[in-house]
């Protein structure tokens, strides 16, 4: 293999990682919003003193018990905060491995 030929596959193996990015971070984004949407909602319930509410399930509104959504609500929190850490962590690896490809990139081009 050549020079060119290793930075090209270094160049390519960079631009792979930063799309992998990319989509992480829009996953975490993503996440969060529906993390603190999921808050919100328990956070209301607990505040409330009614036994039951309206869930959107699909394209209509159900009515279920409080207690019933804000187990869901709990549960689907816990969730979101596992999927959080997990993205978290995948994020941290390919940003460290973009920053151990951009110097080999560098020397290789310098």
């Known amino acids: 293999m050549n020079v060119n030929e290793d930075v090209s596959s270094l160049i390519n193996q960079y631009q792979l990682l930063q799309q992998q990015l990319q989509a992480i971070l829009i996953q975490k984004e993503n996440s969060k919003l529906e993390l603190i949407e999921s808050e919100k909602a328990l956070e209301e319930i607990k505040k409330s003193e009614i036994k039951e509410v309206y869930k959107i399930v699909g394209q209509i509104m159900v009515k279920k018990d409080v207690e019933d959504v804000k187990k869901e609500l709990e549960e689907k929190t816990s969730d979101l905060e596992v999927r959080l ?6 994020e941290q690896k390919i940003s460290e491995k973009l920053k151990e490809l951009e110097p080999k990139i560098q020397k290789l081009l310098g």
């Open 85 to 90: 850490s997990a993205i978290e962590k995948t």
